[in-house]
Nanobody, 124 residues
Framework: QLQLVESGGDLVQPGGSLRLSCAADGVTLDSYAIGWFRQAPGKEREGVLCISSSGGRTTYATSVRGRFTFFVDNAKNTAYLEMSRLKPEDTAVYYC?????????????????WGQGTQVTVSS
């Protein structure tokens, strides 16, 4: 399993932007599927954006399509979630996850390595 560390969570106003980071400890991510998930208080953890290890498949939650994007800096062993036009309903703890040779589905059971989460709060 990978050790993943998220960062970048913050308090942001509605309509604002935020970038979350997910750093892998000493391992390049180019053979891993990456998933971003979130969990709001009292709700189940949901998949937000997931990409396959090949990069050929990307799965978006309908609620974030067109607002959230993803990229990986392999030189830094870090994946990023770029969030824009944030809404109060985006408030949650955000988690990154990784799975070697993963398919890019956004099912929790398809990922075995998880970060500790970072809090994103969207409020005026």
């Amino acid at each position: 399993q990978l050790q993943l560390v998220e960062s970048g969570g913050d308090l942001v106003q509605p309509g604002g932007s935020l970038r979350l980071s997910c750093a892998a400890d000493g391992v390049t991510l180019d053979s891993y599927a990456i998933g971003w998930f979130r969990q709001a208080p009292g709700k189940e953890r949901e998949g937000v954006l997931c990409i396959s290890s090949s990069g050929g498949r990307t799965t978006y939650a309908t609620s974030v399509r067109g607002r959230f994007t993803f990229f990986v800096d392999n030189a830094k062993n870090t994946a990023y979630l770029e969030m824009s036009r944030l809404k109060p309903e985006d408030t949650a703890v955000y988690y990154c996850a990784a799975q070697r040779y993963g398919s890019g589905s956004c099912s929790r059971q398809d990922f075995t390595s998880w970060g500790q989460g970072t809090q994103v709060t969207v409020s005026s």
